[in-house]
């Protein structure tokens, strides 16, 4: 697919994976595929970023792997760690027939080694090179995003007892942020950077074509109007992204909804607003 890739291309393809891209976010794509770097897509929780790796990954008939990131997460976590019970397990089997060093050989071995993401990414055996997709890299400490950029420079990984691994392919990689820190000027300087935000009305109602095709025009265009309202309150701690539109279109088909009424959107607002407070500031707002 790569070879008669083009931006206009992207976008038709992701389309038909049901991912609705801008001319600026399918270009960003593009070349990262081309010129091999990864990509950083920053922007607003809820907006699509995730689902750029995986709509990459249906499109390149490869496999997605997940580095998901949390406060704490270690180099080893994200790397790999070695199976120590099951080499317990076989050190004690193998100490009367094998000498020390024969059973060091054994037992400190690819069939020992838990793969975790970036590990199992390496070592992907795949036609295609894999997607790794590094979501909410800013939940993660500095620290641990100075490992990355070790990784990211090479896509090799020394391990002691085995020596350096490389990657047989080099991956596609995507790289998310929510901004609740800001992601350091290294990082940014090996990647591609993209930042996404909420969609134009044009654009979420096009989104609610595809995602949720059985809701009415009518409908569509009163939930997109509401949900662009909300985002308007600038007091909310959580603005509605693109899945909860989706998530709020969809309830609203299963109730039967032939129309917004106050009603149905007080009985439906917790699909859209996922914080008390926030909910507590709509409310008061006298915007239904």
């Known amino acids: 697919m790569l070879n008669d890739l083009t931006p206009e291309k ?3 393809a992701m389309e038909r994976e049901l991912y609705v891209a801008d ?6 794509v593009y070349l990262s ?3 091999e770097k990864p990509l950083l897509i920053e922007g607003e929780p809820g907006c699509g970023k995730t689902e750029v790796a995986k709509v990459l990954a249906k499109l390149l008939n490869t496999d997605l792997i997940r580095l998901q990131c949390y406060e704490g997460i270690t180099a080893s976590q994200a790397l790999y760690e070695w199976d120590y019970p099951r080499q317990l397990i076989n050190i004690r089997l193998l100490e009367d027939r094998k000498t020390p060093e024969e059973i060091s050989e054994e037992i400190f071995s690819q069939k020992y080694l838990l ?18 997709l590094i979501d ?3 939940r993660s400490d500095e620290e641990f995003e100075g490992f990355l950029l070790e990784f990211l420079a090479e896509f090799q990984v020394t391990i002691p007892e085995l020596g350096t691994i490389s990657a047989k392919k080099k991956p596609v990689v995507i790289i998310t942020s929510n901004r609740t820190r800001e992601v ?11 930042y996404v935000t909420y969609p134009s009305p044009e654009k979420e109602r096009r989104i609610l074509s595809l995602k949720v095709p059985q ?27 693109i899945s909860e539109t989706i998530d709020w279109a969809n309830a609203l088909n299963v109730l ?10 007080e009985s439906t607002l917790s699909c859209l607003i996922k914080n008390e407070d926030d909910l507590r500031i709509v409310r008061d707002s006298g915007i239904f």
Not at 115 to 132: D, F, I, M, S
Not at 219 to 227: G, H, L, R, T
Not at 256 to 265: F, Q, R, V, W
């Open 256 to 265: 039967g909804a032939a129309e917004l009424n106050p009603s149905i959107i």
């Open 136 to 138: 909410e890299i800013d």
């Open 33 to 35: 595929l081309k010129l």
């Open 184 to 194: 350091g000027d290294g990082l940014r300087r090996r990647c591609l950077y993209l």
């Open 215 to 241: 809701l009415s025009p009518k409908m569509a265009d009163e939930v997109v109007a509401f949900v662009q309202k909300l985002r308007q309150i600038n007091e909310l701690n959580k603005k509605p992204g």
């Open 115 to 132: 793969k975790r993401p970036l590990l199992a990414t390496l070592l992907h055996e795949g036609p295609n090179p894999p997607v790794l």
């Open 10 to 12: 992207l976008v038709e």
């Open 23 to 28: 001319k600026p976010l399918a270009l960003s």
